[in-house]
């Protein structure tokens, strides 16, 4: 996702971590360690990113989109949304959601059987169409912020609001299998949206046991690997996290950990000191949570190996795994 809009204000100066901000996923996971080992003897070819630090500066700030809501450059490059359209390159126009709606299928019985998951696909494949309405601001409760960002993309044209919902779709199937029942803040089915604070009040309407935010971030070239945001201890204006700050943590360690496990990635190398994990208090989608809740930021868009991943079936169904054998992990205690 972009770190330009209503939710991806660039960070200010990072803060060395302490103890507890500083885990590394590898310690959360033991399982984690191994894979991510394998991943760095054989290099590319397991899909991960380079280790060392490296520069975030770019021609704009960290993560921001290439292109401004509404822009014509944005417009053109908006494709098809698509159910799971594994090796299928990515169509010129956008024709609406490819599956069926499945938030009301009946669950399954299954280890998650009463448990309820919200899944919050980044923003929409029509944001662009919609600058006004999305640049309108909203409370995220301790500013204002416009309520959505058109997201970024790949430098060839895959949207993320076209990647956020294919890894959402492939993840409620996974959940369901389990039992769960999902539901989600959109599912292609609205023209633009919804805002980050409506988004946050669907999780918490639903008194949800978990939350999650998929996105795929717009850094700068050489930045690679994913990362997950967890809530900042906030007891300010309409925002109060004290509650939820423990037990995203625990969610946001389980999917960052099982995450490295079945994609490969490697965690951030431009973002979370090489754990994996950033605490953030500028997300309206967490500051207005009441229920646990993380984003996940896939891989960089921007940075060609990372977008090799991103564009791939296979890679967006492991994505997929990885993200729901977290969730169950945390569900399950």
């Not at 960002?149 to 993840?171: I, K």
């Amino acid at each position: 996702m972009s770190y330009v809009g209503p939710d991806f204000d660039p960070p200010g100066p990072r803060r060395s971590r302490r103890g507890p901000m500083t885990v590394a996923v590898a310690a959360l996971v033991p399982g984690a360690l191994v894979g991510w080992l394998v991943w760095q003897a054989v290099g590319d070819s397991g899909g991960g990113g380079s280790t060392s630090a490296t520069s975030t500066t770019s021609s704009g700030a960290p993560g921001a989109s290439s292109a401004a809501p509404g822009s014509a450059s944005a417009a053109a490059r908006t494709p098809a949304a698509s159910g799971t359209d594994d090796g299928k390159p990515p169509s010129s126009t956008f024709s609406g959601p490819a599956t069926p709606a499945a938030s009301d299928l009946p669950a399954a019985a299954g280890p998650l059987k009463g448990k309820v998951v919200v899944i919050d696909p980044g923003h929409n494949p029509g944001n662009f169409q919609h600058s006004a309405d999305i640049n309108r601001k909203v409370n995220i409760g301790t500013n204002w912020k416009e309520c959505d960002t058109t997201g970024t993309s790949t430098n060839a044209g895959y949207t993320e609001a076209r990647f956020t919902l294919d890894v959402a779709r492939r993840l409620r199937t996974l959940l369901q299998q389990e039992g769960a029942t999902v539901k989600f803040t959109q599912d292609g089915d609205r023209s633009w949206g919804p805002c980050v604070d409506e988004r946050a009040r669907i999780g918490n309407d639903a008194h949800a046991d978990a939350v999650v935010s998929i996105h795929a971030d717009g850094s700068a070239a050489g930045n690679r690997g994913f990362h997950v945001i967890l809530p900042a201890s906030l007891h300010s204006g309409g925002a109060d996290t004290r509650a939820i700050v423990a037990p995203s943590r625990d969610l946001g360690e389980r999917i960052a950990g099982n995450f490295v496990r079945d994609t490969g990635s490697a965690p951030s190398n431009y973002i979370g000191g090489g754990t994996g994990l950033d605490v953030r208090s500028d997300l309206g989608g967490l500051n207005l949570s009441t229920v646990p809740k993380v984003f996940i930021e896939c891989g960089n868009m921007r940075d060609s190996k990372d977008a090799a991943l991103l564009t791939s079936g296979a890679w967006r169904q492991k994505a997929a795994r990885g993200i729901s054998e977290g969730i169950v992990s945390f569900l399950r205690g």
